[in-house]
Nanobody
Framework: QVQLVESGGGLAQPGGSLRLSCAAS????????MSWARQAPGKGLEWVSG????????YYPDSVKGRFTISRDNAKNTVYLQMNSLKPEDTALYYC??????????WGQGTQVTVSS
């Protein structure tokens, strides 16, 4: 069965960095685009990045462009989200998803990111 397991969340100071990982299993990882999305307390789901199956193209909304970088290692069945220059408003539960938003079909359980001094 498809499994997506996120890790790497935690507490960071404003201006700091975190790297999230999403380990995938149960499907041919190299055949699928992947995405990251987040949900802050009391807010809706926000897409934060996407990457095509071969890593040839990536996408970001303006809110994270220039600060977040998505990448993947198809040999390790893992997608990453490098988050730099973190802001308190980046505090959220971060989810990995199979597919490129809006066409996604499986989600991980999420990893919490808290940005606070």
């Amino acid at each position: 069965q498809v499994q997506l397991v996120e890790s790497g969340g935690g507490l960071a100071q404003p201006g700091g960095s975190l790297r999230l990982s999403c380990a995938a299993s149960g499907f041919t990882f190299s055949s699928y685009g992947m995405s990251w999305a987040r949900q802050a307390p009391g807010k809706g789901l926000e897409w934060v990045s996407g990457i095509y199956s071969d890593g040839s193209d990536t996408y970001y909304p303006d809110s994270v462009k220039g600060r977040f970088t998505i990448s993947r290692d198809n040999a390790k069945n893992t997608v990453y989200l490098q988050m730099n220059s973190l802001k308190p408003e980046d505090t959220a539960l971060y989810y990995c998803a199979r597919g490129v938003i809006p066409v996604v079909d499986y989600w991980g359980q999420g990893t919490q990111v808290t940005v606070s001094s």
